[in-house]
Nanobody, 123 residues
Framework: QVRLVESGGGSVQSGGSLRLSCAAS????????MAWFRQAPEKEREGVAS???????NYTASVKSRFTISKDNDAKTLYLQMNSLNPEDSAMYYC?????????????????WGQGTQVTVSS
């Protein structure tokens, strides 16, 4: 049984930083493709960043140069370092895992989801 548990969310002021973590069990982090998505109130869920089995990363345009996705294969944990946060980054952030080799950063390509961790950025 695959289980993804996010942590690290919270409230910060604009310009601040947060580091999200996603602990995975029952899923091969070393050989799998994982991602972070987010969903703000009354908005659709959007892909934020992904990392595939080879370590290749992909980011949505609005977070490039500010966010960094990484994973620790031994710890079976996915991370999202978020810097220079602004109020538009406020959302529930979800960890996701895929069985696809190089999935597009789209919701439908991810098979497993965590419960989410809330990020709130105040101006």
């Amino acid at each position: 049984q695959v289980r993804l548990v996010e942590s690290g969310g919270g409230s910060v002021q604009s310009g601040g930083s947060l580091r999200l973590s996603c602990a995975a069990s029952g899923y091969p982090v070393r050989t799998g493709s994982m991602a972070w998505f987010r969903q703000a109130p009354e908005k659709e869920r959007e892909g934020v960043a992904s990392i595939d089995r080879d370590g290749t990363t992909n980011y949505t345009a609005s977070v490039k140069s500010r966010f960094t996705i990484s994973k620790d294969n031994d710890a079976k944990t996915l991370y999202l370092q978020m810097n220079s946060l602004n109020p538009e980054d406020s959302a529930m952030y979800y960890c996701a895992a895929s069985w696809w080799k190089e999935p597009p950063l789209q919701e439908g390509y991810y098979n497993y989801w965590g419960q989410g961790t809330q990020v709130t950025v105040s101006s």
